[in-house]
C-alpha cells in the first residue's frame, strides 16, 4: 500500500539558511500535519492542513510556513535556520477518520 | 499541566499480554483517544482509536472507562518487534486549534 513520502530524508544547512521540506500524502487523503522531534523528545505537533486549508496551528515558529497545494502535496518552508531547528521533522497524512493519521519516514534536518 | 499521563517505562515477556495504561481525565466529551507506537526513530505508527465504546483490531485492543478519563491498550500477545514508544494522545483545543498531544509516552520492552 502506497505510503507518505517524505523528502529529502536527510538535510544539511548552515545557520540563517532556508530550508524546504516535502510531503506527498497517501492517495486520496486531503489532510496533511506536519511535526518536529527534537533529540530525546516527543514529537511536537507544527500546523496541519485540510482540502488545502490551514486547519489547525500549533508550536511552529515565526520563522516556517507552510501551504498544502492542489494536488494535495504540502511543503514546510523553515527560513533563518538555527541550531535548535536540528530534528526529525515528519509529515502525517489524513483521511476521512477525523484525527487518524499515517506518518511518513520523516527528514533529519541538522543545522551546522 | 499535561494532557495526557502514561507511565515511563514498561516490560512485558514475550508472548504475554502487555496492557499498557492512560490518564487522560481532561479530555472533552467529543474527543477521541489515540493510540500511536514510534520504533526508534521512525514514523509514529497508528495503532488504535476509540471514543467511548472498547474497540479491537488486528494490532491491538483498546478499554475506555466509562467516565473516560482514562484507556488500556492492550497488546495481546506481545512480541520482540513490539518493543516501542507507545504514546496515548488527545486533541487539545488551543486558541481555536485543535492540537494533538503527543505527551512522554511508555517505553515498552518485550523481552525473550
Known amino acids: 500500500a502506497a505510503g507518505v513520502i517524505q523528502s529529502p530524508r536527510h538535510l544539511i544547512k548552515e545557520k540563517r539558511e532556508t530550508a524546504t521540506l516535502k510531503c506527498y500524502p497517501i492517495?486520496?487523503?486531503?489532510?496533511v500535519y506536519w511535526y518536529q522531534q527534537g533529540p530525546g523528545q516527543d514529537p511536537q505537533f507544527l500546523i496541519s492542513f485540510y482540502e488545502k486549508m490551514q486547519s489547525d496551528k500549533g508550536s511552529i515558529p515565526d520563522r516556517f510556513s507552510a501551504q498544502q497545494f492542489s494536488d494535495y502535496h504540502s511543503e514546510l518552508n523553515m527560513s533563518s535556520l538555527e541550531l535548535g531547528d536540528s530534528a526529525l521533522y515528519f509529515c502525517?497524512?489524513?483521511?476521512?477518520?477525523?484525527?487518524?493519521?499515517?506518518f511518513g519516514p520523516g527528514t533529519r534536518l541538522t543545522v551546522l | 499541566d499535561a494532557k495526557t499521563t502514561q507511565p515511563t517505562s514498561m516490560d512485558c515477556a514475550e508472548g504475554r499480554a502487555a496492557n499498557l495504561p492512560c490518564n487522560h481525565s481532561t479530555i472533552s466529551g467529543n474527543e477521541y483517544v489515540y493510540w500511536y507506537r514510534q520504533i526508534h526513530s521512525q514514523g509514529p505508527q497508528y495503532i488504535i482509536h476509540g471514543l467511548k465504546n472498547n474497540e479491537t483490531n488486528e494490532m491491538a485492543s483498546l478499554i475506555i472507562t466509562e467516565d473516560r478519563k482514562s484507556s488500556t491498550l492492550i497488546l495481546p500477545h506481545a512480541t520482540l518487534r513490539d518493543t516501542a514508544v507507545y504514546y496515548c494522545i488527545v486533541r487539545v483545543e488551543e486558541g481555536g486549534s485543535y492540537i494533538p498531544t503527543f505527551g512522554r509516552g511508555t517505553s515498552l520492552i518485550v523481552h525473550p
Open positions: 492517495p486520496r487523503h486531503d489532510t
Open positions: 502525517a497524512s489524513g483521511g476521512a477518520v477525523v484525527g487518524t493519521q499515517y
